[in-house]
């Protein structure tokens, strides 16, 4: 069912730093920050050949990954982002596997104006998955 891998989403506390780790050492072509208080994360996104890696650092009090960070002082992988064909049938299908979606399970707009949904890690191999409709 999944198709092409979207992202990676690495959580930093130094969105600079990581930045230029990523220019700098590593070579690849990175944008400048973008604000997303909708979600509350800036993120800088990192073009590589084949997909992208979304470096996140939160935005606002509430930020969804401020407790990641929390537990994880120096950053770490934060999710995977998956393409889909359609998100409601992905969802379904997920809800028929007995996997679970986080939220209410309506597909919520995301950072790139599409329908996105998340799965619970515990029920993919500890990592969260984000799920996009292509
Ligand atoms: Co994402």
Do not use: W
Not at 57 to 68: M, N
Not at 77 to 95: G, N, Q, T
Not at 105 to 111: Q, S, T, V
């Amino acid at each position: 069912m999944i198709g092409r891998l979207n992202h990676v989403a690495i959580a930093v506390p130094d969105l600079e730093q990581a930045a230029g780790v990523y220019r700098g050492a590593l070579g690849a072509k990175v944008s400048d920050p973008v604000d997303e208080p909708d979600h509350g994360v800036t993120v800088v996104f990192v073009e590589l050949p084949n997909t992208k890696i979304e470096l996140l650092h939160p935005l606002g009090d509430a930020s969804p990954i401020q407790a990641f960070l929390d537990k994880n002082p120096s950053g770490g992988m934060h999710h995977v982002c998956y393409e889909v064909d359609d998100i409601l049938e992905a969802r379904d299908r997920m809800k028929a596997e007995g996997a679970r979606v986080l939220g209410d399970g309506d597909p919520k707009i995301g950072a790139h104006g599409k329908p996105v949904l998340f799965l619970h890690p515990k029920d993919f191999c500890g990592t969260l998955v984000e799920l996009e409709q292509a």
